[in-house]
């Protein structure tokens, strides 16, 4: 297993979800991908999109204004 991390703080929409996409398409079944962030609608919409694509979201961390989405390809 690997694990891919996407740092997108300071970023807003559609950036975060593209390179969380990027990132994916790059992952192998089993590995986890770890994306950063700081833009609230992201923190929603990077769930909702791996959902939709058949994906397990493993945890969603925040601390203050940053958060951290943990996907399971």
């Known amino acids: 297993m690997t694990t891919i991390e996407v740092d997108t ?3 807003t929409c559609p950036v975060p979800l593209v390179e969380c ?10 590995d ?3 994306v950063t962030g700081t833009h609230p609608a992201s923190k929603k919409e990077i769930p909702m999109a791996c959902e939709s694509m058949g994906l397990e979201i493993i945890g969603i961390d925040e601390e ?3 958060w951290k989405i943990r996907i399971k390809r």
Do not use: F, T
Request: hydrophobic share 25%.
């Open 9 to 11: 703080r300071g970023e």
């Open 21 to 30: 996409r990027k990132a994916l398409r790059k992952a192998k079944p089993g």
């Open 32 to 34: 986890e991908v770890i």
């Open 64 to 66: 203050s204004d940053e």
